[in-house]
């Protein structure tokens, strides 16, 4: 993915479709094992997240990412805007940074992240939604929601600096009320 985007000149800015042109290509190459073995790693992952709640979680997680995958091979809408490139440039140097961290720590979990790099560009720079969909789950009860044209996401400003996170170029706004 980083050499067709860095054949795209990331300048001042890219557009939509062509983006999505290139995630598209990306999903191509992730196949039904890939998404079964994520889901298994998101089962195990839930099995640590507290009880009340695991259901939602794995939901959540199985529309937010693996579910998305299909939406994206399927999106026909022919999108006229564009993206601010140095953005874009600078979510794909964190995504890249993490892989290289995840291949080297967790081998096993790089190809749901994968899925994960796609779906995190498909979502903020495509879509303009948050990563996680409206409705995920966090600890203490609190989940992602839509109040007007804004998300808010109650873990915003506890992970926004975290370099594993994501957070740092999601769209959504912290949650005021946590």
């Known amino acids: 993915m980083a050499k067709a985007m860095n054949n795209s000149n990331l300048k001042d800015k890219v557009s939509k479709k062509e983006l999505l042109e ?19 790693l998101l089962v195990e992952d839930g099995r640590y997240v507290q009880s009340d709640y695991q259901k939602e979680f794995l939901d959540a997680y199985v ?36 892989e290289i961290k995840i291949k080297k720590e967790r081998p096993e979990e790089s190809n749901f992240f994968r899925i994960y790099k796609i779906i995190s560009l498909y979502t903020t720079f495509v879509l303009e939604e948050p990563i996680h ?43 005021r009320d946590v």
Do not use: W
Request: net charge negative; aromatic share 10%; charged share 30%.
């Open 22 to 40: 290139i995630l598209k290509s990306e999903s191509d190459h992730i196949h039904i094992s890939d998404i079964m073995n994520s889901y298994v």
């Open 63 to 98: 529309k937010g990412f693996l579910m998305r995958v299909k939406e994206i091979r399927g999106d026909k809408t022919e999108y006229k805007d564009f993206i601010d490139g140095e953005k874009l440039q600078e979510a794909l140097n964190n995504l890249i940074e993490q």
């Open 133 to 175: 969909l409206v409705g995920t789950p966090f600890p203490g009860g609190f989940k992602v929601k839509l109040e007007g044209k804004t998300y808010y996401c109650p873990v915003k400003e506890k992970q926004k600096d975290n370099p594993g996170a994501v957070c740092g170029f999601c769209i959504a706004e912290q949650d």
